[in-house]
T-cell receptor
Framework: DTGVSQNPRHKITKRGQNVTFRCDPISEHNRLYWYRQTLGQGPEFLTYFQNEAQLEKSRLLSDRFSAERPKGSFSTLEIQRTEQGDSAMYLC?????????????FGPGTRLTVT | GNSVTQMEGPVTLSEEAFLTINCTYTATGYPSLFWYVQYPGEGLQLLLKATKADDKGSNKGFEATYRKETTSFHLEKGSVQVSDSAVYFCALNVIGNQFYFGTGTSLTVIP
């Protein structure tokens, strides 16, 4: 068990460019979540997958955002036509989806800076 | 709806002082409650959890009791150390879907 990994750890991009982040969950976890965290705030839910199916999307996830989880393993989060307001830490978490507690295990995050 | 309200920081304590970070919640269902900790430069780590009323979660000297009557899950530690300096997040989860987090409380422990 190597934990949840995210790449890249940091991304600086110019406004209007597209960016893509990757998340590799804990291998036996079938649920994968994306959150966004801005400075001084707690993480805010964006979307989650059970296996390859995207089951819920937050209203925070505008049409410039898209997430995929092909084959139910790793996931990607793409932001098109980035805006300065997209600057944040993007967190990925995974869960086994069993047991009542549904603990989520978080990756280190990808910090996005849009200039 | 579902939401978490936690004590605003920052909190500064001397080593060996007693810590309380307040957390209250609202939930549409019967939530599980969590405390996560974020050390400088690191990701969120689960600190402790409780899944039903009157449960006490504990880890690394930290404790929190699920109080349904007051909708609270306050975090406590009897004697803090410098290494406890971090940001602490209270969170709830209903039926295993998204987590709802509080805004975080920054704790600094000085020697």
């Amino acid at each position: 068990d190597t934990g949840v990994s995210q790449n890249p750890r940091h991304k600086i991009t110019k406004r209007g460019q597209n960016v893509t982040f990757r998340c590799d969950p804990i291998s036996e976890h079938n649920r994968l979540y994306w959150y966004r965290q801005t400075l001084g705030q707690g993480p805010e839910f964006l979307t989650y997958f059970q296996n390859e199916a995207q089951l819920e999307k937050s209203r925070l996830l505008s049409d410039r955002f898209s997430a995929e989880r092909p084959k139910g393993s790793f996931s990607t989060l793409e932001i098109q036509r980035t805006e300065q307001g997209d600057s944040a830490m993007y967190l990925c978490a995974s869960s086994s989806g069993t047991g009542r507690a549904y603990e989520q295990y978080f990756g280190p995050g990808t910090r996005l800076t849009v200039t | 709806g579902n939401s978490v309200t936690q004590m605003e920081g920052p909190v500064t304590l001397s080593e060996e002082a007693f810590l309380t970070i307040n957390c209250t919640y609202t939930a549409t269902g019967y939530p599980s409650l969590f405390w996560y900790v974020q050390y400088p430069g690191e990701g969120l780590q689960l600190l402790l959890k409780a899944t039903k009323a009157d449960d006490k979660g504990s880890n690394k000297g930290f404790e929190a009791t699920y109080r349904k009557e007051t909708t609270s899950f306050h975090l406590e530690k009897g004697s803090v150390q410098v290494s406890d300096s971090a940001v602490y997040f209270c969170a709830l989860n209903v039926i295993g879907n998204q987590f709802y987090f509080g805004t975080g409380t920054s704790l600094t422990v000085i020697p």
